[in-house]
């Protein structure tokens, strides 16, 4: 049996019942620390002071909540650091200006959920919730009258300040996030040092501590699907790109590629048919012109070096504010909220009418990558916790053996 075959029988219900203990602990311990990173980070955005002190102070108070209280807490964050990505993500592609990701940060803060207790009250956040705002885009902008078509190359529009989207690249798109959130995302010759490290993921600019700065691609399989992965169950031979979450769902990131300006696997390349090619068309239906899209190229430290990013699950649920083409899973068996007619294959960041309208539906399992210190222009760096029960690698130094024990038990 293959690696991650033997992955899958692990991640099964009788060996998580079974190990549920130190399993549960590891994600306990994962929990608390972005719980504290990402609180870290919503405080200094609010200009508030952050010394090692009010650190622990914040991690005495999260002790006293119960798991699944910060577990809430932990999701309000990453939700509203996600949502304001995505958001900047939509401007960028649809040629739009948009408030620095700072400006929003500070000024706009109201938590989408409220907590019971605890820090709420010690932070003064408001318990009044946000209203959803839908996404402007660039049909918007110009009146239907006045809509011209984008001279060849140039980017023209009708009205000035807007771009044509179909105009706009993801060379574009990655200068304008530059400018507004301070970082992107690039692909460029690993530094890790062995000769599987390929490309690596890099980071552009400046991320604060506690601050998402990517998202995991590709086709989510719940346990119900496993059997439905590409090669099962030898599904390691099928993709490079698999990742799981504590909950067991498995992102296959291979279907996604190298985002824009790359063509996308093609079903018949991947060896695709039935549902899986269905969801594959549905996957390539959302923004590809996204560099916050490439946290797949993340590669595992070499020894002697610690990661600087570490993996949180996250649950996004699709409103009415447009903003999930800019989300880059699909989960396997589901089906989108607009019809592949009604959305805009090509990625040209407009908001369609049925997606203003969409209810919101089940949620999209994800996972989003979180800086553990502040990074500046370097080599994003994942602890890979691969298996200590399994032949690994050659290339594999484990950053925390006890860890890896105990996500893995």
């Known amino acids: 049996m293959t690696y991650w075959g033997k992955v899958l029988e692990r991640l099964s219900w009788k060996n998580l019942l079974q190990n549920f203990d130190k399993r549960r602990l590891q994600h306990e311990i994962d929990t608390h620390r972005l719980l504290l990173l990402t609180e870290h980070y919503a405080r200094r955005t609010r200009g508030m002071p952050m010394d090692e002190a009010q650190l622990a102070s ?27 990505i995505t958001k900047q993500v939509h401007a960028a592609v649809s040629g739009l200006d948009a408030p620095s990701y700072e400006e929003k940060q500070s000024a706009a803060y109201q938590p989408p959920l409220v907590r019971p207790r605890g820090l709420w009250g010690m932070t003064g956040r408001s318990r009044s919730v946000a209203p959803t705002e839908p996404l402007q885009t660039a049909s918007e902008v110009v009146s ?14 009708a009205t000035p300040g807007v771009t044509c989207p179909n105009a706009i690249t993801m060379e574009d798109v990655t200068a304008r996030l530059q400018e507004r959130m301070g970082f992107s995302l690039h692909l460029a010759p690993s530094a890790v040092g062995h000769a599987e490290a390929g490309e690596g993921l890099w980071l552009k600019g ?20 496993y059997r439905d992965m590409p090669g099962y169950p030898k599904v390691d031979r099928e993709s490079d790109f698999l990742i799981s979450r ?6 296959d990131a291979k279907p996604w590629g190298r985002a824009a300006p790359e063509e996308p696997p093609s079903a018949k390349s991947l060896g695709y048919s039935g549902l899986q090619a269905n969801t594959l068309t549905q996957l390539h239906g959302l923004e590809r012109r996204h560099p916050f899209s ?21 649950d996004f649920r699709e409103g009415p504010d447009g903003l999930r083409r800019y989300i880059p899973n699909v989960m396997f068996g589901h089906t989108l909220a607009a019809s592949q007619e009604d959305c805009t294959l090509s990625g040209t960041g407009m908001v369609t009418s049925m997606e203003r309208q969409a209810e919101p539906s089940k949620a999209v399992l994800c996972l989003a990558l979180v800086a553990t210190r502040e990074i500046e222009d370097e080599e994003l760096l ?14 594999y130094t484990p950053v925390d053996q006890a860890e890896d024990s105990r996500r893995w038990s």
């Open 58 to 84: 914040i991690g005495e108070e999260a002790q006293a909540l119960s798991f699944d209280e910060r577990r809430g807490w932990l999701a309000q964050h990453l939700d509203h650091q996600i949502r304001h």
């Open 382 to 395: 994942l602890n890979y916790r691969l298996s200590p029960g399994l032949e690994r690698p050659s290339w």
């Open 206 to 225: 400046r991320a604060k501590t506690g601050a998402v700065v990517g998202l995991y691609p590709g086709i989510v399989y719940t346990r119900s699907h």
């Open 144 to 157: 239907a009258p006045d809509r011209g078509t984008t001279g060849a190359g140039t980017g023209d529009s």
């Open 246 to 251: 504590f909950d067991g769902a498995i992102l």
């Open 294 to 314: 490439l946290a797949h190229y993340a590669n595992h430290p070499p020894a002697g070096r610690r990661p600087n990013i570490m993996i949180a699950a996250y």
